[in-house]
């Protein structure tokens, strides 16, 4: 998906707050929860996301989506990562 159609969904879903996040290569973050629902688009690098011990790996052009206060950790790739989030 394209980061203006990715901007678009969002709105019309509505996620009203947007946030580009980008993360250091080979970094992590341990289990943890936020209090919002967040749906993103990897732009560059690689993230991989842990929940319910399964590993799924995201790569540019990806989406994910996370419930509120759903329990995941993070890796990031060699190259770190960067993303389109939005948030509600």
Known sequence: MERDDFIEMLAREGFQTTVLV?????????????AFEAKALILEGELTLRIDDKDTR?????????RANETHSER????????????K
């Open 22 to 34: 980008e993360r250091e290569a080979g970094a992590s973050l341990d289990d943890h929860a936020h």
């Open 58 to 66: 995201y790569q540019p052009g990806d989406m994910f989506h996370l």
């Open 76 to 87: 990031y790739g060699p190259e770190g990562v960067c993303y389109l989030v939005g948030r």
